[in-house]
């Protein structure tokens, strides 16, 4: 992604620096061997040629065995005038072409190998399709992204030169997809066929299949069992908060109690800020064996009515909306009814 920003400028340079500091190293190692070879192969081919005198059969003979010592066969022949002379200056050129094939080498070197920032293929900014190179999904507004990643927006969180106004708001990477522009054009996915494909059902009209249609078979919902009333009703949740009789069973004997006292008390009962009303339920396993206690609740299971007033109890119901007693009760624990 091009940008003109200070950061990605930045960012340039010094990649720009990194790769020209690079090259000069190798270059200047390639240099240095082709120095030592130039001067190694010269010691041992110009020295014969600096002799002078009748002592010129000598050296060469003496340099000869030399260069057969190091693998190299001349076919000069050996009394030739001017023989240490060439062979010196083919000693030369071998030593300049094996300094340009090690350059070369150590310049290719460089081109296999990445330098800065864990560049893979010299990509190392965020692509549509991953980061580095890499895959891992589809990666939406990654110009974005890019632009945050090299500091491009940091000003905005400078709170001290940065003002944060309705006008300079911008949504967050990604957040915002791009609409689908079908029908544009006869070439891509969502061109000619606007991404419907070629034929079918599916590709005539939008939602021309009904939902559940099985290409002619029975549907679903008609073949799974029906529910009848009852089921229904026993799916509904209750309305009140059930206060079981082993609850109740925690009070003590003549004392009278409602669901608040309950919860004053710090006994276990369900907690709701929604439900308010209250119901009385029990089974005949569970204990109960409080003598003469009264009870305020909205609503009495059959079950647990019975086992109260069977211990000498009472069951005082409360009106559904005011929360009153239905049944006036004096101060004595006797109601008005009963008078």
């Not at 061997?33 to 001067?39: N, T, W």
């Not at 014969?48 to 057969?68: E, H, I, K, V």
């Not at 908060?241 to 006292?261: A, I, Q």
């Not at 609503?299 to 086992?307: G, H, L, N, S, V």
């Amino acid at each position: 992604f091009g940008s003109s920003s200070p950061q990605s400028a930045l960012v340039g340079r010094l990649g720009g620096l990194d790769l020209r500091w690079a090259m000069a190293r190798q270059t200047a190692v390639g240099l240095v061997l082709c120095g030592a070879s130039v001067a190694l192969l010269t010691t041992s081919g110009l020295a014969p040629a600096f002799s002078t005198g009748a002592s010129w059969r000598t050296d060469l003979s003496s340099s000869q065995t030399g260069w057969q010592q190091l693998g190299v066969r001349s076919t000069i022949p050996a009394t030739a005038p001017g023989h240490n002379l060439r062979k010196a200056s083919a000693g030369i050129l071998n030593g300049a072409v094996a300094a340009l094939a090690m350059g070369v080498l150590a310049l290719g070197g460089y081109r296999r190998r990445s330098i800065n920032m864990g560049m893979k293929a010299q990509t190392w900014w965020i692509t549509n399709s991953g980061f580095d190179g890499k895959g891992g999904g589809k990666i939406f507004d990654s110009r974005r992204r890019e632009s945050r990643r090299r500091g491009e927006e940091l000003f905005r969180h400078d709170v001290d030169n940065f003002e944060l106004t309705p006008s300079n708001l911008i949504p967050a990477p990604g957040s915002h997809r791009r609409v689908i522009r079908r029908g544009r054009g006869k070439y891509g996915s969502h061109g000619r066929t606007c991404g419907y494909g070629n034929g079918g059902a599916k590709s005539r009209g939008r939602r021309s299949v009904n939902p559940g249609y099985e290409g002619g078979s029975q549907t679903l919902q008609k073949t799974l069992p029906k529910l009848t009333q009852a089921m229904k009703d026993s799916m509904k949740p209750d309305k009140h908060l059930c206060v079981s009789l082993s609850t109740l069973n925690l009070c003590d004997e003549n004392d009278e109690v409602d669901y608040n006292e309950l919860l004053v008390r710090g006994f276990p009962v369900p907690r709701s800020y929604l439900l308010k009303k209250t119901k009385i339920s029990g089974t005949e396993s569970e204990p109960f064996e409080v003598k003469n206690l009264t009870v305020y609740a909205h609503a009495f299971e059959p079950i647990a009515r019975e086992r109260i007033e069977a211990q000498g109890g009472r069951c005082i119901r409360l009106h559904p909306t005011s929360g009153l007693p239905l049944e006036p009760v004096l101060a004595g624990g006797e109601s008005s009814a009963e008078e």
